[in-house]
């Protein structure tokens, strides 16, 4: 039989051990709750007393040292990825309580505090540098954004020449006439293939005929003549050189003053089904006439 001190100070008992066992079990008192046994006057942890010792678990193996390490952990890699942060905060105090249930003193929490603290400087730096990060990353997904919309304008002029030439071999070696080519080759082409992603969404086509090439038979055009390019004439828009637009003309605001500091450039096609990717300085070098 044992007598227990609360924390509200008053004395409990005498209880049988089973009993106190089950106070522990609620959390109603710890480890370290004073105790004394029945008929002795003298006052000390329970754990101290032999018929608690199995609950005298030591350091290494103390309920919550588990949380606390990984605590620890999660803190340390918040300093280099700030997404771990605040895991560790939530293992730190989640260690912490069940040390504390467990009548673990403060100053024998360094663990867990130590995965708090690592955790609470993790996320601050994480707060303070992320305008920083922002403006390291933001041009490089924007840079990277516009690469793939290079491919894909690349891509769309690749497979709209291919649909142009096809057309030409089932009609007697002719092109659709210029003024109306987006509607002869539109039965073989998916609808999207027409727009060019730096476009604007309600442009209906992004791409532009050579005028010259009226009423041209595909034996008679020099492989390299201009077959398509980028502009922004419309539908079945046709013209020359005059009418050409630049790949990043139409960048959204965000990104526009970073790349008209850089040489533009511009995507074309040709009659051999080819496609190049031609810098301001190269348009003197192409072929317009048939």
Avoid at 23 to 52: H, I, M, Y
Avoid at 143 to 157: S, Y
Avoid at 178 to 187: L, P
Avoid at 258 to 266: A, I, L, N, S
Wanted: with cysteine; charged share 15%; aromatic share 6%.
């Amino acid at each position: 039989m044992y007598h227990i001190m609360g924390q509200d100070g008053r004395e409990y008992g005498p209880e049988s051990v089973q009993t106190i066992r089950g106070w522990l079990a609620a959390q109603q008192c710890n480890v370290a709750s004073p105790a004394r046994r029945e008929g002795a006057t003298e006052w000390k942890p329970l754990a101290e007393w032999p018929d608690f010792a199995d609950l005298n678990v030591p350091a290494g193996r103390r309920p919550g040292d588990g949380q606390a390490l990984a605590a620890i952990v999660c803190g340390g890699l918040g300093l280099l990825i700030c997404v771990t942060a605040p895991f560790g905060l939530w293992l730190g105090l989640a260690a912490r309580r069940r040390l504390r249930a467990a009548g673990v003193p403060r100053n024998r929490m360094g663990r867990a505090n130590a995965g708090i603290t690592l955790s609470i400087v993790a996320m601050a730096l994480g707060v303070l540098c992320a305008p920083v990060l922002a403006g390291l990353l933001l041009p490089a997904l924007a840079a990277a954004r516009q690469r793939a919309n290079e491919v894909v304008c690349i891509n769309n002029l690749k497979e709209l020449s291919l649909a142009v030439i096809s057309y030409a071999d089932a009609h007697g070696n002719r092109l659709p006439a210029v003024t109306n080519w987006c509607g002869a080759i539109s039965n073989q082409i998916a609808p999207t293939v027409f727009h060019c992603p730096t476009q604007p969404p309600e442009a209906p086509c992004s791409y532009a005929m050579n005028a010259r090439l009226a009423g041209a038979v595909m034996g008679k055009i020099n492989p390299r003549t201009v077959l398509l390019f980028e502009s922004e004439a419309g539908w079945n828009g046709t013209g020359g050189a005059e009418n050409m637009t630049p790949h990043a003309r139409s960048t959204p605001p965000v990104t526009r003053a970073r790349t008209q500091t850089k040489t533009p450039h511009y995507c074309v096609s040709f009659k051999d089904g080819s496609v190049a990717r031609l810098r301001q300085e190269e348009l003197s070098t192409l072929r317009w006439e048939p």
